[in-house]
C-alpha cells in the first residue's frame, strides 16, 4: 500500500527474501539475510544509515533486535515487523518480558510513545478444501493502550480491544465468530484458537444451535 501510493524510501530485512517487491511509487531495497546482512539487529543499524522512512523486520527474535526497533521508531521510522505471539496482548508482554527487570520500566515507556498498533493472525482451513483464511485480532494504540502500557496493565488491553471497535479494533474471538458464521471455517477448529472458550461456546450455540458441547481439537496440521 505505502509503496503504491507514497514517494517512501522503504527497505526491508527478510529471512529469506520470498517475494520481489517491484519500485513503484517508492523506493524499495530488500535485503536478505546471510546475504546482505548477518542478522536483524546489525540489518536495522546498517539501513538507519540510509535514512529510510519504513523499516520492515522480519521477526523480532531477541532484545537487542527489538531495542533498536523500538528506538528507531521514536524517532520517527515506520517499522513493521513480525512475532510467532498469539494474541496483540502478548505481543506487547513478549516485546517487554524479553528485556531484564531492571530496563522493563523504561521499554514500557519507549514503547507506550512508539506503538501504533499490532495485528495477530491463525491461519484455518477453509471448509470448500481450498487454501487457509485468517482470523485476526487488531489493536490500534490509543491514549488507553499507551496508559496501560506505561503502568505494566498489558493484560487489560482485551478490553480496550472489545471496547474499541469504533476504531477498527477486534479481538480474535470476534473473528473466529465471524468467520464461523459466515460457514467459511470448522466451529471446532476455530473453538481450538478461541480465547474465551465459554464466551464462543456460548456464541457459536446461538448461531448454530449446536446441540452438543464443542470439543477442543488438536488444530489441523497442512495437508490434513
Known amino acids: 500500500l505505502i509503496n503504491t501510493q507514497y514517494r517512501r524510501h522503504i527497505i526491508t530485512l527478510e529471512d529469506p527474501i520470498e517475494y520481489i517487491h517491484a519500485t513503484k511509487r517508492s523506493i524499495v531495497h530488500q535485503r536478505g539475510m546471510h546475504y546482505d546482512i ?17 523499516v520492515v523486520v522480519g521477526e523480532l527474535r531477541d532484545q537487542e533486535t527489538m531495542k533498536l526497533a523500538v528506538s528507531a521508531a521514536e524517532v520517527g521510522t515506520l517499522i513493521f515487523a513480525t512475532m510467532h505471539t498469539s494474541s496483540a ?8 518480558d524479553v528485556f531484564p527487570d531492571d530496563e522493563q520500566p523504561q521499554v514500557r515507556a519507549m514503547l507506550s510513545q512508539s506503538l501504533a498498533g499490532v495485528v495477530s493472525q491463525v491461519l484455518l482451513h477453509r ?43 477486534h479481538t480474535l ?3 473466529l465468530e465471524d468467520l464461523v458464521g ?13 480465547q474465551n472458550k465459554a464466551r464462543f461456546e456460548k456464541a457459536m450455540k446461538g448461531a448454530m444451535s449446536l446441540d452438543v458441547p464443542l470439543q477442543n481439537p488438536r488444530p489441523k496440521r497442512a495437508g490434513e
Do not use: C, H, W
Open 38 to 54: 548477518r542478522d536483524f539487529a546489525s540489518g536495522i543499524v546498517a539501513a538507519l544509515r540510509e535514512d529510510p522512512d519504513v
Open 173 to 175: 474471538d470476534d473473528s
Open 89 to 96: 496482548a502478548s505481543t506487547v508482554e513478549r516485546m517487554i
Open 182 to 194: 459466515r460457514k467459511l471455517v470448522d466451529p471446532e477448529e476455530a473453538y481450538a484458537y478461541a
Open 127 to 169: 471448509l470448500d478444501g481450498e487454501r487457509r483464511v485468517p482470523a485476526t485480532e487488531v489493536l490500534v494504540a490509543t491514549p488507553a493502550v499507551s496508559n496501560l502500557i506505561r503502568e505494566s496493565k498489558v493484560p487489560d488491553i482485551y478490553s480496550v480491544i472489545q471496547a474499541g471497535k469504533g476504531l477498527g479494533m
